[in-house]
């Protein structure tokens, strides 16, 4: 997951808007696919999980879909139990927000994007207490 997640963090720090965009859509991807997988955990909280993934997908459904690529492989070994497991997918998340901020002067609809982004990623933060 690691080398993915590099991937991702380099789309993100792109010049270009269009593998920036791209990224920021595969990021709020697994953002929601992580938020989902935990949202059962007895170790959280039930509603803020659900609600990182609502706003995971109300971001992406913003922006354009990616021309190629395809899902990241999330297995559930890959999220770390205990309050710091969700930190390495709220980090993500939070630079997509950056991402999309530095983006948003082009387009209203990449600000709003970036604004699910960052409430995905305080919701998902909190997730486990942390």
């Given at each position: 997951?690691?080398t993915?997640?590099?991937?991702?963090?380099?789309a993100?720090?792109?010049?270009?808007?269009?593998?920036?965009?791209?990224?920021?859509?595969?990021a709020?991807d697994?953002?929601?696919?992580?938020?989902?997988?935990v949202?059962?955990?007895?170790?959280?909280?039930d509603?803020?999980?659900?609600t990182?993934?609502q706003?995971c997908s109300?971001?992406?459904?913003?922006?354009?879909?990616p021309?190629?690529?395809g899902p990241?492989?999330?297995e559930?070994?890959?999220?770390q139990?205990?309050p710091?497991?969700l930190?390495?997918y709220?980090?993500l998340?939070?630079?997509a927000?950056?991402?999309?901020?530095?983006l948003?002067?082009?387009?209203d609809?990449l600000?709003a994007?970036a604004d699910h982004?960052a409430a995905?990623?305080?919701?998902?933060?909190?997730v486990?207490?942390h």
């Open positions: 997951m690691n993915a997640m590099n991937a991702l963090e380099a993100l720090g792109s010049a270009d808007p269009l593998t920036v965009l791209a990224g920021a859509w595969e709020l697994l953002g929601e696919r992580v938020a989902d997988a949202t059962w955990d007895e170790a959280g909280d509603l803020l999980a659900l990182a993934a706003e109300a971001a992406r459904s913003l922006l354009p879909l021309e190629t690529g990241l492989a999330l559930a070994s890959d999220i139990t205990g710091g497991g930190e390495p709220v980090a998340l939070d630079r927000h950056l991402a999309l901020t530095g948003a002067e082009q387009d609809q600000g994007a982004a995905a990623a305080r919701s998902l933060a909190a486990r207490g």
